[in-house]
């Protein structure tokens, strides 16, 4: 599930299986395999996914954005730190900070 080749010249709204039949990469793989490493990438890196919210930035910001996600799943994966589950949003999407500490296992990715 490590990404070799990260493509980020289409909108968010494009769905994946446009994306791979459109690219060099997506033709020669399997398709489940595929999509199932862009959930993986989109689970790990919630900003990337809608129920997330939106990248606010200009597009070639957001590209920036989504390869410096890709690199750093691969990190995650490299040292085996596991996806957190899905948890349901709560009905207020933004709800302000909170005093909550941060995720242990991102300050620990940090030090490496």
């Known amino acids: 599930m490590r990404l070799t080749n990260i493509v980020a010249r289409w909108p968010g709204s494009t769905h994946d299986s446009f994306v791979l ?3 060099s990469v997506g033709n020669r793989l399997e398709p489940g395999i595929v999509e199932r490493a862009i959930g993986q990438l989109k689970s790990r890196w919630r900003c990337l996914d809608r129920s ?10 957001v590209c920036r954005i989504v390869q410096a996600c890709g690199v750093l799943h691969n990190i995650a994966h490299r040292h085996g730190v596991p996806l957190r589950e899905v948890m349901a949003l709560p009905d207020d999407p933004d709800p302000g900070p909170n005093n909550a500490q941060p995720n242990r296992t991102r300050q620990q990715l940090a030090r490496i």
């Open 52 to 61: 997330g919210g939106m990248l606010l930035y200009h597009p070639e910001k």
């Open 21 to 23: 039949t459109n690219s």
